[in-house]
């Protein structure tokens, strides 16, 4: 018994020094940031690889989210006669949680792991430790410019998102459910408010912080060869996204 107790407190020790070591990895990243040198050249290129490279699969995922979202809340609503809201409940659904949640997924399994395995790479190939040799701060470097590239660029996927998948909803609304569209547009903007929006943008820029430091620290720290690399990238998406999940019901639970 006493063996077991001891297991688990390793564990749930061990956990709080990851949360611990990802939480002060993501406060130098914020702090050197604002440190000259000034490497806006990298920031430009990581919102690059992270926002304008994920628009196509983000555009494809919302669009057809919003299309499968309008159908299944169509099935409810018409038993008790409420197509009409149908706009509404849609725009709801995606402004405040489907938008920014599946957003940030689809970023953490196409940029997030490509960052972890990159700086995986380049911790067992020793390209860090040259960095530091040649006094150049490894971390205001590598990931300072991947952080605020991620903070600029997930709400501007997730903005993106909203308009795609809303545009999703009223096709399959108007096209497919022959429902009016003045009714159906009448009722986005009447069920729809700016906190409604602004939630799932705040959820947005956490989501980003989030995904950008646990994926940066797994593969900055990564050890044990390609083998490590592999296993520190498979880490990083995991406990991204379940950690995505997470904290959007924390989140929720704050806003409403």
């Not at 605020?148 to 545009?167: K, N, Y």
């Not at 399959?172 to 939630?199: C, E, N, W, Y």
Request: proline share 3%; aromatic share 12%.
């Amino acid at each position: 018994m006493t063996r077991v107790f001891e297991c688990l407190g390793r564990g749930f020790l061990g956990f709080l020094e990851e949360c611990g070591g990802v939480f002060l990895f993501f406060l130098k990243s914020l702090f050197y940031f604002f440190t000259p040198p000034f490497r806006l050249r990298l920031l430009f290129k990581h919102i690059e690889f992270i926002g304008v490279k994920s628009f196509l699969v983000v555009f494809l995922t919302s669009l057809f989210s919003g299309m499968v979202t309008a159908y299944q809340v169509n099935i409810p609503l018409s038993r008790i006669g409420s197509n009409s809201v149908l706009g509404g409940v849609v725009a709801l659904t995606l402004t405040r949680e489907l938008a920014p949640v599946l957003t940030a997924v689809v970023v953490v399994a196409r940029a997030g792991s490509a960052m972890c395995a990159e700086l995986g790479s380049m911790r067992i190939t020793e390209q860090i430790d040259a960095l530091k040799m040649m006094a150049v701060n490894p971390i205001q470097y590598l990931v300072s410019p991947r952080l605020w590239a991620g903070i600029i660029a997930l709400p501007l996927l997730t903005a993106i998102s909203d308009f795609v998948g809303i545009g999703g909803g009223y096709v399959v609304g108007t096209f497919l459910l022959h429902i009016d569209p003045g009714v159906l547009t009448a009722r986005m903007v009447q069920m729809v408010t700016l906190k409604d929006i602004m939630s799932g943008i705040f959820k947005s820029i956490f989501f980003g912080i989030f995904l950008v430091s646990v994926c940066s620290y797994k593969g900055y720290y990564a050890r044990g060869g390609a083998e490590g690399v592999g296993k520190a990238t498979t880490e990083a998406v995991v406990i991204s996204t379940v950690g995505i999940l997470i904290s959007d019901y924390i989140l929720t639970t704050m806003f409403f």
